[in-house]
């Protein structure tokens, strides 16, 4: 039988910060029994539901991880059909 990572998440945060940071970004790979999708969470305070808000600044380094997350993801789904 053979074994491999999937890595499912990754977050973003400012330096120094702690993971549950309002400035926090999770982004995860998501398998609801229909293939992979890519999910964008915040656990900031102030936005609402289906909201997620970026500074200019961390803007670059949380598209680098969406775009990261949606490669793994198409590999993933690439994997279901094999």
Known sequence: MKYETIVTQVMVCEAGKELFDATATEISLLDEAAGGMVSIKQSCDYSGAG????????????RAAINDMVQRCEKYNKSLEA
């Open 51 to 62: 909201e997620v808000r970026f500074d200019p600044d961390e803007w670059p380094t949380v």
